[in-house]
């Protein structure tokens, strides 16, 4: 079974018990946050979203995860250093500990949005990612 036929029924089945009614951002997002589950945080940690450690915000996390990550600064460059990611024992548990991390006000913007591009524009907005061109990069995996 591939990762897509893997991951969008939990997308499928967590996303409308947090108000969230489009599953196509949040599949491509863990598509290009994880490489389709092959990335270090997939496979050591069950982590398809890059979420980064805050305490009590997803209750289904089983501890934390260390390695090195990197943002982008506004003006293109980079910069890296040692992060805490969250870590779950499933990829269930992942699943649903995006919604729980998205589920604070700072995300509030993001319940009921029916178009994916607004979706992610919004989650842009919000913080969630630093990439300059996370929208588009995720629109291009949609589309794909």
């Known amino acids: 079974m591939g990762f897509i036929e ?19 951002p949040v599949i491509a997002q863990a598509i290009l946050e994880s490489a389709s ?15 980064k ?3 009590g915000r997803c ?28 870590k779950f024992a499933t990829m269930e548990a992942g699943v649903q500990g995006y919604f729980d991390f998205i589920n604070i006000s700072n995300y509030s913007n993001l319940k009921y949005v029916t178009d994916p591009k607004t979706y992610l524009e919004n989650i842009k907005k919000d ?12 629109i291009n995996v949609i589309n794909k």
Do not use: D
């Open 37 to 51: 589950g092959t990335s270090e945080l997939a496979k050591n940690a069950n982590n398809y979203f890059c979420l």
């Open 59 to 86: 209750p289904s996390a089983c501890g934390i995860y260390n390695k090195i990550g990197s943002e982008q600064n506004s003006n293109g460059s980079y910069i890296s250093s040692n992060m805490q990611w969250v």
């Open 127 to 138: 913080g969630y990612a630093t990439s300059i061109n996370y929208v588009q990069n995720l």
């Open 6 to 24: 893997q991951i969008a029924p939990l997308i499928q089945k967590y996303a409308p018990e947090y108000g969230i009614n489009v599953c196509s």
């Open 53 to 55: 450690h805050r305490a």
